[in-house]
């Protein structure tokens, strides 16, 4: 059988993409959140040695792939894989594995728990078909290690800090340390009974957690807790940042009815291989936000 | 702003030190303070003076005041709060 025999499209599908050199397959591993435990690892090492050249490829994406594996043994070796627990990742116009960094479960900056999100990400959507390729990055705080602005939908762990008066000692260091330069001494109460007070510029802050975590005496508190959730974001030929569909979406399930409603809007409104991103441009952003947050709202597909 | 501090108040200058030197350096020069004393710490604004804030916070020790200069931060710190003398 040659290699143009083999239905390519299927086999895309289940994570298996044509080398340079004919008869010889990638085989592209998932690893949810980049997540492995060692008889996973083990086992990998087993397939890589035993039908591949006995090497690896760690993928952009927190991937393994095992590269020159011969068209005849991809059955043998992916039921091998699979044997312990080692599942196939996806190619092609569907969703891809879920990229996370460690999140609030290791990291001391963050504020989220990414691993249990990737996890359930990756139970709703991985591999569902699309109009093009699909990405989806859970990262812990907005130090963003896992780049969420350059996925189809990244979900970043965001605070909202609040000034308390009573505890601040007009030191100053919080203008000096935001690094979006979005805090401001302003003379006057703001309710709290002091002549003056430290405020934020909403537009600016990328809900982050240095003021909270470095202010001396702790006058910068968490005042919510939550997710920001951003849409549209692509590298690949055509770059594009990602937009803020919403911030600090306090709640697990808002933020998966608002991935729900984004996929559900992208699969109504995303032509052939055009990438969210693109299609959000097309249609228009505020257009495209206003639609998506409707359709979370009202739990409508 | 505008607190008022007790005798001389030594600067280190800690500008174009990179991390995590210009952290450890801060740490040190308030670990041999003086219960009451404090020292004014010049450092780089962005990344390094983030840095430098995280150990000293970590270490225990208190910033009292800071004032933006061009493209860097001088801070005041001490060993406590009580140290603080408004
Ligand atoms: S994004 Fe934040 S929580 Fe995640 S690894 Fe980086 S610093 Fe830690
Ligand atoms: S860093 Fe904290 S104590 Fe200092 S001015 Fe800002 S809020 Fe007040
Ligand atoms: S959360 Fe981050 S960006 Fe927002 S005001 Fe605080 S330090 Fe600045």
Redesign the pocket.
Known sequence: MSGKTLDQAALKKTGMMRQVQPDYYVMRLKAVGGDMNVLQLARIVEVAEKYGRGHVHLSTRQGIEIHYVNKDNLEAARVELAEAGVEMGACGPRVRSVVA????ET?????ID?KAMSREFDARYFKQDMPAKFKLAV????????KANENDIGV??AIEPRWVADECTDCGLCVSICPLEAIGRRDGDDGQGSDYHYAIDEAACINCTICTSLCPTGAWAVGRKGHTVLIGGTMGRKPRFASVLKRIVESDEEVYALVDASISWYRDNGLKKERFGHTIDRVGLEKCKEEIIGKAVSGKD | MGKQYQGKIESVDLRGVSCPVNAIMAKRAIEVLGEDEHIRLLLDAGESLIRAVRSIKDAGYHIVKSEPLDNAVAIVAGKGKTACRP
């Not at chain 1, 960094?101 to 609030?104: Q, T």
């Not at chain 1, 990291?107 to 504020?111: D, E, N, P």
């Open positions: 960094c460690p999140g609030a990291c001391r900056l963050g504020v990414t990262t812990g705080c907005s130090s963003n290690c896992t970043r762990g």
